[in-house]
């Protein structure tokens, strides 16, 4: 197992920083240190400073290898603001990533983040240096066969998301992004959590997507990040019924704190008999996991006209009974990217309580040196929640 190499480790903390009057560390929530905010919200910018400094950033450097690199602080647009990132949660796609080698080298990955506006370009209006922020996806276009569909989540226009493109990842202190795109954090969320409005939305999609009611007795394989979330989300709906399958104690004990009714391991759910339900069987699935087996042990869990959403990505697929699915008239569906209204209601349900934040992100955030080894602690389940990156490096 390769381990991460710190290559410079001597960077301007923003401690360090504090020498230029520009932070307030007390304050906390003072802006970044690199910029002078100008009078109200119009921010002005001190670019002799920008092109010059440098950011610490963990660089997936191939093999399956990140190192800790000083990267340039990038540059950004009129339109564009400049973010400190405060967090940067590890997410599942970062795993297969980096761990299977998908990743191309030189990029810095990280997409699950929550910051403050550093700097703002001249035409950036209605922001003030200091805003805690996220970045709200790309709406649909409206017009395309998906949105017509009311799929605006897979609108056909929608640039992908180009994972690998080192302007986008969020495991460095800086990133630029459209001002335009920004949402506020609400007050009564801290950034640490507001690093948690991707995952969250992405599983508010999920539950939308299957029409999931309180009655439903729904099954959730995988008790990772994605699957504790989607349990507290299917909770906060008023869903009593929901059992977790996963083979780590340490999930499955998460699990049931983050409100699943139970939690199994994967060989205590039953094998079904050809063509009839087992005895007590799910009407819907959530395959979290992205491992074949857990899919193809969730189709066997499955009532009449049960449904199955795979939410978990893998490298193995699932072998499907189609015989089955047939006669039990069961549906296999997808779930990917967002609802419509993008990130304001996973905001939303973030800031209102009803998710138990401190069991859906671990206790103790990491540095940028520790990601790799993290990402195998997360890969051998040893670690339940949402782990929380830092833009620091360790002394
Ligand atoms: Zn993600
Ligand atoms: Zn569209």
Redesign the pocket.
């Known amino acids: 197992m390769s381990q991460p190499v710190v290559r410079e480790t001597k960077h301007r903390t923003s401690a360090q920083s504090d020498a230029r009057g520009l932070r307030d560390e007390a304050a906390g929530s003072a802006p970044a240190a690199l910029f002078f905010p100008g009078p109200c919200c119009q921010a002005q910018v001190v670019r002799n400073d920008v092109s010059t400094e440098l950011m610490p950033a963990a660089v997936y450097v191939g093999d399956g290898a990140i190192e800790v690199q000083q990267l340039p602080v990038p540059d950004f647009g009129p339109a564009e603001a400049l973010i400190e990132v405060s967090h940067c949660?590890i997410?599942?796609?970062?795993l297969h990533l980096v761990l299977e080698r998908y990743a191309r080298p030189g990029s810095v990955l990280g997409?699950?983040w929550a910051g403050t506006i550093a700097a703002l370009g001249a035409d950036a209006s209605g922001w003030e240096i200091g805003a805690r922020v996220v970045l709200d996806p790309t709406p649909g276009c409206g017009r395309c066969r998906a949105c017509k569909r009311g799929r605006s989540s897979v609108c056909v226009r929608r640039k992908p998301p180009d994972l690998l493109d080192f302007s986008r990842g969020a495991f460095c202190r800086y990133k630029v992004v459209p001002a335009a795109q920004l949402l506020r954090v609400p007050d009564g969320l801290s950034t640490r959590a507001a690093a948690l409005t991707?995952?969250t939305a992405?599983a508010l999609h999920t539950v939308n997507l299957a029409h999931v009611s309180p009655d439903d007795r729904v099954l959730v394989t995988g008790g990772g990040p994605v699957g504790l979330l989607t349990t507290a989300v299917l909770r906060s709906r008023g869903v009593r019924d929901i059992v977790v399958s996963e083979p780590a104690a340490a999930r499955r004990r998460r699990a049931v704190a983050v409100g699943a009714t139970s939690a199994v391991a994967p060989d205590e759910l039953p094998r079904a008999q050809m063509g009839r339900p087992v005895d007590a069987p799910f009407t819907v699935a959530f395959e979290c996991s992205g491992h074949a087996a857990a899919a193809e042990s969730a189709l066997d869990q499955l009532d009449y006209a049960g449904t199955l959403v795979f939410v978990g990505t893998g490298s193995a697929p699932p072998r499907v009974n189609h015989n089955r699915v047939i006669v039990m008239e069961q549906t296999l569906m997808g779930a990917y990217n967002y609802d419509a209204e993008g990130f304001r209601p996973a905001l939303e349900l973030l800031a209102s309580g009803a998710l138990p934040l401190d069991l859906l992100i671990e206790p103790v955030d990491i540095r940028l040196d520790e990601v790799l080894a993290t990402m195998h602690r997360l890969t051998a389940g040893e670690l339940p929640g949402k782990v929380m990156v830092t833009p620091e490096v360790s002394a």
């Open positions: 949660g997410c599942g796609t970062d997409h699950e991707e995952p992405i």
